[in-house]
């Protein structure tokens, strides 16, 4: 039978696709009304990032969703955005855009296959099952076409699986790692069943915080679904803008974003706060997947010792040890995070470049520092804080 052709098109709302097509290819394990994966590429997270204006005019993420069809079925689509600067995408390129100017050339706009403000790895290439190499083929070499007519430096797919990362390599494109520190459940039955897995030391440096976090004078409290009520988003936004602020110079999400996740993503969210007198003064907040509860954003109106660790770290522990899920991804950075047992894992992204002499010097770069990751995950690992009788259970 004759291959059918493909179609590919671009659009600047997803409500021009419509929740059942691209959640066919985002989610399509939901469909037995389970969770997803991950909620960060489901029509409902990346509508209400759209929807409140966090992504749009004057934000520098210009939506332009790419669907691919195939006989007039959806079987692809994907997080296309235009971008005018590098910021929210935790995989730093703006060394490559200075030298490119630098250069004589003009780095932005770019292409951005991404999960904007999201340093959280899942599928980018989102493929209805049975079609994974024809859509993921239809993906990338539209984004690189559609690059290419309009005279845009580059295309970028970032915090991809593995896999999509080798088959992007195979259709051209370079593929990145990076370094992340996961938490990895193998099994436990309750948090004190992970620190007999840590050698002494380590396993008295964490009881030894938690008891100062607990002392901050209040109650911790986990709160997801109908449990959040809306003035627990007041507590959020203004953690959110505080932390946002001092880390980025101004927050990415609005306000009104809290306000739809209200409404549509709850169910997939864990509030983690510390109250005193019936008043937040700090918190985190997680989103909830099918394997794994990801942490997103942390925030405070006073700091107390470790009170930070705990409900950012060890509070996603005892959750996930509690749901029986496999993986706390705390998000970008912090070599801190190992000494609690979050080990460093390998993340992927994927780059195009117009310029075929730009791209050699880019590829050099991306073969030397990749050697570099894994010889550092491979002696931060060493320097985890596991007894060495468990370090095979952690690899």
């Known amino acids: 039978m004759a291959e059918q052709e493909l179609s590919i098109t671009l659009h600047d ?38 929807d409140s204006g966090s992504v749009g005019p004057g934000t520098g993420w210009t939506p332009h969703y790419m669907v691919v069809e195939m006989g007039g079925q959806v079987i692809a689509c994907a997080p296309l955005y235009l971008k005018s600067h590098s910021q929210g995408e935790y995989i730093f390129d703006h060394n490559w855009a200075h030298a490119y100017e630098r250069a004589g050339g003009r780095y932005y706009p770019k292409l951005q296959i991404a999960v904007p403000f999201t340093p959280v790895t899942g599928r980018r290439l989102l493929v209805t099952p049975g079609h994974e190499a024809a859509g993921r083929a ?21 915090f991809c699986t593995g896999e999509e990362a080798e088959a992007g390599a195979r259709m051209g494109m370079m593929a990145r790692a990076s370094q992340q520190y996961h938490w990895k459940n193998c099994g436990y039955e309750s948090f004190d069943d992970f620190l007999a897995k840590l050698s002494s030391r380590k396993r008295k440096t964490i009881r030894k915080e938690r008891r100062q976090a607990q002392e901050f004078g209040g109650d911790i409290k986990q709160l997801s679904g109908d449990q959040i009520e809306p003035h627990h988003w007041d507590a959020i936004w203004e953690f959110y803008q505080d932390t946002g602020a001092r880390k980025w110079g101004m927050p990415y999400l609005t306000r009104q974003f809290f306000e739809i996740a209200h409404e549509s993503l709850r169910d997939d969210i864990l509030l983690v706060l510390a109250e ?45 040890i509690a749901q029986g899920l496999a993986t706390v991804e705390a998000g970008a950075q912090g070599e801190h995070k190992l000494a609690r047992g979050y080990l460093p894992v390998t993340t992927h992204s994927l780059h195009w470049m117009r310029d075929a002499g730009f791209a050699d010097a880019v590829g050099q770069y991306l073969e030397a520092e990749r050697a570099a990751v894994e010889e550092d995950i491979e002696i931060l690992t060493k320097f985890g804080p596991f007894k060495r009788t468990e370090m095979e259970d952690h690899q």
Request: glycine share 10%; aromatic share 10%.
């Open 276 to 320: 005193r007198d019936g008043q937040a003064i700090a918190g985190a907040m997680n989103l909830i997947g099918r394997d794994a509860i990801y942490g997103r954003y942390w925030g405070c109106t006073e700091h107390h010792p470790c009170l930070h660790f705990e409900l950012c770290y060890y509070q996603a522990m005892d959750f996930s």
């Open 13 to 50: 709302s997803l409500s021009r696709i419509g929740a059942a097509d691209w959640d066919a290819c985002a989610c399509p394990e939901a469909a037995d009304r389970g969770r997803a994966h991950d909620p960060f590429t489901t029509y409902r997270f990346l509508k209400a990032l759209e």
């Open 138 to 158: 239809g993906l990338i070499q539209g984004a690189v076409q559609v690059a290419e007519n309009n005279g845009l430096s580059s295309v970028h797919v970032t």
